[in-house]
């Protein structure tokens, strides 16, 4: 590369990088102070007056090193809130604009003047439509609207299942939809602790969990002989079902619980038999993939 070339690359690299910079301007004070002097506030005066219509992004304040550090925090504060004070009004200012009071903390200058200073941010009216480019904001990704589709659910009655078929059998016939009865799945009175009359019935639904491994189902879960599921005990129970399925080794991914209460009945409420409430009174699984 010969030196018009590379004067030519840092000349393009020198206006890229002011191009897309955002502007400032620092104000000084005198030492210990946090009102600025006459020359300073005209300085002030001068770039509100020239910068009407540009936009604040922050202001930062400093102090130098003389002084505890304390005092210095609380110095540097003072001259932002003055500072801030002055411009309030009369330049824009971004509604997330931030303030710092860095004290003497950064990178002093040998000039002590020099440090004891608010630096204003802002960027230029020209600017402003470039404004979250500059701030490097990305825009917001507009959320992807997914359009769920219920699942049409399948009574076990309409599936004719033969006489006698296990749960296995019934799970390799079904489709997507299907509801199959968990047979003696019992629980405590008012409780989703299970009886331990239960254990055959778990023992089975874990087994075709293994045994078709693509299975996904929704355990759902139903009461009798109350108007309302006040305890959320039908959710409760579907859950208790699935901590077993998990706690089994069935990944957490393939099983999902929803509590219907008494909003589905086989039989009307109240029933009238010991046999209508336990027909509602149920554990189901639907199936949701296979």
Same mark, same amino acid.
């Given at each position: ?13 020198? *206006? ?17 102070? #946090?009102?600025?002097? *006459? *020359? ?29 550090? %304390? ?20 330049? @824009? ?10 004290? $003497? ?23 402003? &439509?470039? $404004? ?20 049409? @659910?399948?009574? $076990? ?14 799970? %390799? ?48 879960? #139903? ?35 929803? %509590? ?9 409420? @109240? $029933? ?10 149920? *554990?189901?699984?639907?199936?949701? &993939?296979?």
């Amino acid at each position: 590369m010969n030196m018009k070339q590379f004067l030519s690359l840092f000349f393009w690299i020198v *206006v890229t990088v002011s191009a897309n910079a955002q502007q400032q301007i620092s104000i000084f004070f005198d030492s210990n102070r #946090h009102e600025v002097n *006459v *020359v300073e506030l005209k300085r002030l005066t001068d770039w509100m007056n020239a910068n009407k219509d540009s936009k604040i992004v922050a202001i930062n304040g400093y102090t130098d090193e003389d002084g505890t550090n %304390g005092f210095n925090d609380s110095l540097a504060k003072r001259r932002v809130n003055f500072i801030y004070s002055k411009i309030k009004g009369r330049v @824009p200012i971004r509604d997330d604009f931030k303030t710092r009071s860095f004290g $003497e903390n950064f990178q002093q200058s040998k000039n002590k003047a020099e440090n004891r200073k608010v630096t204003i941010y802002y960027i230029l009216a020209k600017d402003l &439509e470039r $404004e979250d480019e500059i701030l490097g904001i990305k825009p917001k990704e507009t959320p992807k609207i997914v359009e769920v589709v219920e699942i049409e @659910p399948i009574e $076990e009655e309409t599936m004719n299942f033969p006489e006698n078929a296990t749960l296995e059998d019934k799970i %390799g016939l079904s489709r997507k939809g299907t509801l199959i009865r968990l047979n003696d799945i019992n629980f405590y009175l008012n409780s989703f602790a299970i009886m331990p009359t239960s254990k055959r019935a778990i023992d089975e639904l874990i087994y075709v969990m293994n045994k078709f491994p693509k299975l996904k189902i929704e355990i759902q879960g #139903h009461i009798c002989c109350v108007d309302k599921d006040v305890k959320n005990l039908s959710t409760d129970r579907a859950k208790q079902v699935k901590r077993i399925l998990v706690s089994e080794g069935i990944s957490e991914r393939r099983i999902t619980v929803k %509590g219907f209460g008494v909003s589905k009945p086989k039989f009307e409420i @109240p $029933e009238k038999s010991d046999y209508e409430a336990a027909r509602n009174r149920r *554990v189901e699984i639907m199936i949701l &993939e296979k």
